[in-house]
């Protein structure tokens, strides 16, 4: 299948993360092959009272007691507890600044489609409406984001039909849906008996009537299975976790999770010494690891297994959970699926902790798993086009989990709209342009970063070189190993690109190819995190794009 020049653009991507594990390009993908992303809607779903993170509660004294051991004004009884806190704090799931970042990570990670955690029969419709408006907004612009679909677990058909009412039936943000065989995908019950009896065993309602599907639903919908980690296994189910290792083949999709609890909850590895697997779990020993939480040792055996069971399709739990209500269970006070760092099962770059470790880490083992790296990735003796994929045109204003915090965001004056490389035999040619007219004060803000050869440990991060502007307006490239200038580059302007020129003995003359990033107004330059939260970043974070040099 001929891919767009933006699809194709992604191929280029390459990233090292603070391990020194990296991937590099793609030349082709394989089609059959699908990742899906567990997604969470309910952070902030109702409001908090406060934002209370059970991370920080316990490295307070006394802070196992305070959280599992009591209830109080710092960790009070029945409200959200974050386990640690996310890059961008702690929000709320309706921020539509925080969606857009999403969308756009998972975009650039090669991630297909989203699930939406369904299973407690709550919706989130004001949550879901936003993130698939949001996949429409990428796809007007010409991308491939990732499509959405729902897990339908308690209650699961009067769930499925709810959603089928509200969203399905009238036609709702149809362009974001998830579908197989051309049918949108939902994972829910179709058998009355199951779903009864989920409810009478686990939620003790014996007076539960499963509502019959009408025929037009029926013939909509791809039905998948859902597959509990407490049920027998079933051939056709669909798994959001296992309780097993190594983790079974469902027919043609597999289950890879960063952490796991089949002695649920997580919190009682903390209280009672029971063995859940965290995510620095080392399976050939059985032993959880807390210097290696970072690294995710427990994640790569996941995928280490995934990798050579090569399934259809592989669904990754999760992106963004974050969550647990504290409540009283078998005599004291737990929190369910997340408690701190090493028991839980983010995604989503944190701020402090593991910071981007994990997403780059999800990226190198998609890129193993779908991609293709048949021969060198080639210049096709053209300029490269490098669009922006950042969102920085738009502000945040938004509640986070509470009421009681809120977060501001000015939307930048002017962002990146792409960059185009060309190469002769002597130079490199970069253009930058932007959305708006280029002022005089913009020229300060604005950055290029440069390694050469293969993604490595660079000087700075993965970074040999940076190009930037002196206060008396001079272009300058330097080299990050002792902020030298190394030389004063050829650089015009016009109203809405900047088009600069770089001998190519300044960098290597030897070098088939190298990687940059471009930024403009990121708030603190020396944090590469901040690349992510601030400014307008192509590509965002820890990321970098490839260009080979044609000539």
């Known amino acids: 299948?001929?891919?767009?020049?933006?699809?194709?653009?992604?191929?280029?991507?390459?990233?090292?993360?603070?391990?020194?594990?990296?991937?590099?390009?793609?030349?082709?993908?394989?089609?059959?092959?699908?990742?899906?992303?567990?997604?969470?809607?309910?952070?902030?779903?109702?409001?908090?009272?406060?934002?209370?993170?059970?991370?920080?509660?316990?490295?307070?004294?006394?802070?196992?007691?305070?959280?599992?051991?009591?209830?109080?004004?710092?960790?009070?009884?029945?409200?959200?507890?974050?386990?640690?806190?996310?890059?961008?704090?702690?929000?709320?799931?309706?921020?539509?600044?925080?969606?857009?970042?999403?969308?756009?990570?998972?975009?650039?990670?090669?991630?297909?489609?989203?699930?939406?955690?369904?299973?407690?029969?709550?919706?989130?419709?004001?949550?879901?409406?936003?993130?698939?408006?949001?996949?429409?907004?990428?796809?007007?612009?010409?991308?491939?984001?990732?499509?959405?679909?729902?897990?339908?677990?308690?209650?699961?058909?009067?769930?499925?039909?709810?959603?089928?009412?509200?969203?399905?039936?009238?036609?709702?943000?149809?362009?974001?849906?998830?579908?197989?065989?051309?049918?949108?995908?939902?994972?829910?019950?179709?058998?009355?008996?199951?779903?009864?009896?989920?409810?009478?065993?686990?939620?003790?309602?014996?007076?539960?009537?499963?509502?019959?599907?009408?025929?037009?639903m029926k013939n909509l919908f791809c039905f998948k299975r859902p597959q509990w980690p407490t049920d027998p296994f079933l051939e056709d189910g669909f798994p959001w976790i296992e309780w097993t290792w190594p983790q079974p083949m469902h027919q043609d999709t597999m289950s890879v999770s960063v952490a796991s609890h089949p002695n649920v909850p997580m919190s009682f590895s903390l209280t009672r010494g029971l063995e859940n697997w965290g995510r620095g779990w080392d399976v050939e020993t059985n032993v959880n690891r807390s210097a290696d939480v970072d690294k995710g040792t427990f994640f790569q055996s996941q995928w280490n297994h995934a990798l050579v069971m090569d399934p259809d399709t592989v669904f990754v739990g999760g992106w963004n959970e974050w969550i647990a209500y504290k409540q009283l269970w078998d005599g004291e006070y737990m929190l369910c699926d997340a408690v701190n760092k090493e028991y839980s099962r983010d995604i989503e770059p944190m701020c402090g902790g593991y910071g981007d470790s994990f997403y780059i880490q999800l990226i190198e083992n998609i890129r193993q798993y779908k991609g293709k790296q048949e021969s060198k990735q080639s210049n096709p003796g053209r300029a490269l086009r490098y669009r922006s994929t950042d969102s920085a045109a738009n502000g945040r204003d938004s509640y986070g989990v509470s009421q009681t915090i809120r977060y501001c965001q000015e939307a930048l004056e002017n962002s990146i709209y792409e960059v185009v490389l060309s190469d002769s035999e002597d130079n490199l040619m970069i253009t930058v342009s932007f959305h708006k007219e280029i002022k005089e004060d913009h020229l300060k803000k604005l950055l290029l970063l440069f390694g050469v050869g293969e993604i490595h440990a660079g000087s700075w991060e993965s970074y040999d070189f940076q190009v930037g502007f002196e206060e008396n307006g001079k272009c300058c490239l330097y080299r990050l190993s002792d902020r030298r200038i190394v030389c004063v580059l050829n650089c015009q302007c016009n109203d809405k690109g900047i088009h600069i020129v770089i001998p190519r003995r300044k960098l290597s003359r030897n070098s088939d190819q190298i990687y940059f990033k471009v930024a403009f107004d990121v708030e603190n330059p020396k944090d590469i995190m901040s690349y992510y939260t601030s400014g307008s970043a192509l590509p965002p974070g820890r990321l970098s794009y490839i260009y080979p040099f044609g000539r």
């Open 1 to 216: 299948m001929k891919k767009s020049e933006r699809e194709e653009q992604l191929y280029f991507l390459t990233g090292m993360d603070q391990f020194n594990r990296s991937f590099s390009y793609l030349t082709d993908i394989r089609e059959k092959k699908k990742v899906g992303m567990f997604f969470w809607l309910w952070i902030g779903q109702p409001y908090a009272a406060g934002a209370y993170d059970a991370g920080k509660i316990l490295d307070m004294e006394n802070g196992q007691k305070r959280l599992l051991g009591e209830t109080s004004d710092i960790s009070p009884d029945g409200q959200q507890h974050f386990w640690g806190e996310p890059l961008w704090g702690y929000y709320n799931s309706a921020d539509e600044w925080v969606i857009r970042k999403q969308i756009e990570l998972l975009m650039l990670a090669g991630v297909d489609f989203i699930v939406f955690d369904a299973t407690n029969a709550i919706t989130y419709p004001n949550v879901y409406e936003k993130v698939l408006q949001v996949i429409e907004e990428y796809i007007d612009a010409g991308w491939n984001p990732p499509r959405a679909a729902f897990y339908t677990h308690s209650y699961s058909m009067r769930t499925a039909l709810g959603l089928y009412h509200d969203l399905y039936e009238p036609k709702k943000f149809e362009r974001a849906w998830y579908c197989e065989g051309e049918k949108p995908v939902i994972i829910a019950y179709t058998n009355p008996a199951e779903d009864k009896a989920w409810a009478e065993k686990e939620m003790k309602d014996t007076g539960y009537q499963p509502p019959e599907y009408p025929d037009e």
